[in-house]
């Protein structure tokens, strides 16, 4: 068994857990059931009123038409109000819900990365443009794949001697614990897929640059900090909120490379690397502040400030009266079990007295996956003698940084179970990395056979947990295909 393990390596353990990850995707992209207009790809030019259509195709027929606005055209009463953006003021008028309104045009605030990245290409090779739930399975795709190869990179950092069948759990539950397979689900699936989209290039991120830092020939490092730069930039131009995090952690990682490479007297080596690195951000932030200016007025307005939305977004403000209830909703909200298949429901009713959002929808915390809750024991692994200082470092950014990312969430956006996959990823790769370090300096058998069972059971947990939700149902949820759901109840023998 031992010489079997030493043949396969960290990076094949990971391989083939992407593979499994990729195809239970695949089979959650084709759990769905659409309607007639769904089905269809949509013909460009658009055959009906721009308005019908979703921000990511009104913004794409902008673009081809060689403007920055969606080309439609506000009722004129919006502009005669005091404040168009309060709900109360525009009742009674027809307009675009969740689009930006400034000075008498309508504007997407929704990130470009999935036009640029698939609806062009798409549309040049088929000269129509996809169903957002086939945007949504291609980055959904992406994701399955990059989410486990970046957590078998990250076990290789650890320690080459990691555990594989370790790395190969953690591996498998990846895309589950960042709430990948619930997110694909979502209706109103524009909404969605800025989220799957920013997930997918968070998981190439951060694959290219675990890869980089373990590469030993330079060519192939230039070549992993160049990509790794790209794919944080479609982060940012996906989902601005889902890029904070994987920037902390590269900030962390360049940080390191300076210090190694001082050590070994190749400082400009390291400033090399790093501008490879940056630049394409550098590029991305440029074309970003430019985009907003000539959109909005200035470098630093996405569009947010001026949604039409459930309430005006400019009085939204951090508060410590939100950083409980934040908390809880983000962390420790559960799932409604039922006695029906599958079982799990949202639970709605999960109200937090006199909370100050003004949103509140269907969530679910963190650690309603149950592996994740190994996230609490993050301080114990950086406190051993034995975690090297740049593994406290980025244990104490895993441990804090998804806190603050949910009170940021909470205050600006509220609470619905999309904003959760902002950070829940980084919330697993905390518990994982806790998990591999513990594993590595565990040198009692006891010990050791403790530690993989309460993993195997947390992540069996998880894992069908993650499966329940496939067939859930909700508001919030696109309807499951029938003839699947009754061919799975069969299966599980509950019919």
Same mark, same amino acid.
């Given at each position: 068994?031992?010489?079997?393990?030493?043949?396969?390596?960290?990076?094949?353990?990971?391989?083939?857990?992407? !593979?499994?990850?990729?195809?239970?995707?695949?089979?959650?992209?084709?759990?769905? @059931?659409?309607?007639?207009?769904?089905?269809?790809?949509?013909?460009?030019?658009?055959?009906?009123?721009?308005?019908?259509?979703?921000?990511?195709?009104?913004?794409?027929?902008?673009?081809?038409?060689?403007?920055?606005?969606?080309?439609?055209?506000?009722?004129?009463?919006?502009?005669?109000?005091?404040?168009?953006?309060?709900?109360?003021?525009?009742?009674?008028?027809?307009?675009?819900?969740?689009?930006?309104?400034?000075?008498?045009?309508?504007?997407?605030?929704?990130?470009?990365?999935?036009?640029?990245?698939?609806?062009?290409?798409?549309?040049?090779?088929?000269?129509?443009?996809?169903?957002?739930?086939?945007?949504?399975?291609?980055?959904?795709?992406?994701?399955?794949?990059?989410?486990?190869?970046?957590?078998?990179?990250?076990?290789?950092?650890?320690?080459?001697?990691?555990?594989?069948?370790?790395?190969?759990?953690?591996?498998?539950?990846?895309?589950?614990?960042?709430?990948?397979?619930? !997110?694909?689900?979502?209706?109103?699936?524009?909404?969605?897929?800025?989220?799957? @989209?920013?997930?997918?290039?968070?998981?190439?991120?951060?694959?290219?640059?675990?890869?980089?830092?373990?590469?030993?020939?330079?060519?192939?490092?230039?070549?992993?900090?160049?990509?790794?730069?790209?794919?944080?930039?479609?982060?940012?131009?996906?989902?601005?909120?889902?890029?904070?995090?994987?920037?902390?952690?590269?900030?962390?990682? +360049?940080?390191?490379?300076?210090?190694?490479?001082?050590?070994?007297?190749?400082?400009?080596?390291?400033? #090399?690397?790093?501008?490879?690195?940056?630049?394409? +951000?550098?590029?991305?932030? +440029?074309?970003?502040? !430019?985009?907003?200016?000539?959109?909005?007025?200035?470098?630093?307005?996405?569009?947010?400030?001026?949604?039409?939305?459930?309430?005006?977004?400019?009085?939204?403000?951090?508060?410590?009266?939100?950083?409980?209830?934040?908390?809880?909703?983000?962390?420790?909200?559960?799932?409604?079990?039922?006695?029906?298949?599958?079982?799990?429901?949202?639970?709605?009713?999960?109200?937090?007295?006199?909370?100050?959002?003004?949103?509140?929808?269907?969530?679910?915390? +963190?650690?309603?996956?149950?592996?994740? !809750?190994?996230?609490?024991?993050?301080?114990?692994?950086?406190?051993?003698?034995?975690?090297?200082?740049?593994?406290?470092?980025?244990?104490?950014?895993?441990?804090?940084?998804?806190?603050?990312?949910?009170?940021?969430?909470?205050?600006?956006?509220?609470?619905?179970?999309?904003?959760?996959?902002?950070?829940?990823?980084?919330?697993?790769?905390?518990?994982?990395?806790?998990?591999?370090?513990?594993?590595?300096?565990?040198?009692?058998?006891?010990?050791?056979?403790?530690?993989?069972?309460?993993?195997?059971?947390? %992540?069996?947990?998880?894992?069908?947990?993650?499966?329940?939700?496939?067939?859930?149902? %909700?508001?919030?949820?696109?309807? #499951?295909?029938?003839?699947?759901?009754?061919? #799975?109840?069969?299966?599980?023998?509950?019919?």
């Amino acid at each position: 068994m031992k010489k079997l393990q030493n043949l396969i390596s960290l990076r094949l353990v990971g391989l083939v857990a992407a !593979i499994i990850c990729l195809t239970a995707s695949i089979f959650v992209s084709f759990t769905g @059931s659409f309607d007639d207009f769904e089905k269809e790809m949509t013909k460009y030019p658009l055959e009906y009123s721009i308005s019908t259509y979703n921000p990511y195709m009104q913004q794409f027929d902008a673009f081809h038409k060689h403007q920055l606005h969606l080309d439609v055209i506000p009722d004129e009463r919006l502009s005669n109000l005091d404040n168009p953006y309060s709900p109360e003021e525009r009742e009674g008028i027809d307009y675009l819900w969740d689009r930006a309104y400034y000075n008498g045009r309508y504007y997407s605030y929704f990130g470009i990365a999935p036009i640029i990245i698939f609806y062009e290409p798409f549309y040049i090779l088929t000269g129509k443009l996809p169903t957002t739930a086939t945007a949504i399975g291609f980055f959904a795709a992406i994701a399955s794949i990059f989410l486990p190869l970046t957590i078998s990179n990250t076990a290789e950092i650890i320690s080459k001697k990691s555990s594989k069948v370790l790395t190969f759990i953690l591996a498998l539950i990846a895309p589950s614990c960042s709430l990948l397979f619930l !997110i694909q689900r979502g209706v109103s699936r524009f909404y969605y897929l800025a989220t799957v @989209s920013a997930l997918a290039f968070t998981g190439l991120f951060l694959f290219l640059l675990t890869s980089a830092f373990t590469a030993k020939k330079r060519f192939v490092r230039t070549a992993l900090f160049i990509l790794s730069g790209i794919s944080y930039s479609l982060i940012f131009l996906s989902r601005f909120n889902q890029a904070i995090l994987p920037g902390m952690a590269a900030l962390l990682f +360049v940080i390191k490379l300076i210090i190694e490479k001082q050590k070994e007297g190749k400082l400009a080596s390291a400033f #090399v690397n790093c501008a490879f690195l940056a630049f394409p +951000v550098l590029c991305a932030v +440029v074309f970003t502040l !430019i985009y907003n200016s000539l959109r909005f007025g200035s470098p630093f307005e996405f569009g947010t400030t001026y949604q039409l939305t459930v309430a005006d977004v400019s009085t939204y403000r951090l508060s410590a009266k939100a950083f409980l209830p934040a908390i809880c909703h983000y962390f420790l909200q559960p799932f409604l079990i039922v006695s029906d298949f599958p079982f799990l429901r949202f639970k709605s009713d999960f109200i937090i007295p006199d909370e100050p959002a003004f949103y509140i929808d269907q969530c679910i915390g +963190v650690f309603s996956h149950p592996f994740i !809750i190994l996230f609490l024991l993050a301080p114990f692994a950086a406190a051993k003698k034995k975690t090297l200082p740049f593994e406290r470092a980025i244990l104490a950014t895993l441990f804090i940084f998804p806190v603050l990312l949910a009170f940021i969430d909470y205050c600006f956006g509220g609470v619905i179970f999309r904003y959760t996959a902002d950070f829940a990823f980084f919330c697993f790769l905390c518990a994982a990395v806790t998990v591999l370090i513990i594993s590595r300096d565990c040198k009692n058998a006891f010990s050791k056979g403790f530690l993989m069972s309460t993993v195997c059971w947390l %992540s069996l947990t998880t894992a069908v947990i993650s499966f329940l939700t496939v067939f859930m149902k %909700s508001g919030n949820l696109s309807e #499951v295909n029938p003839d699947i759901l009754q061919k #799975v109840s069969e299966i599980l023998c509950l019919q």
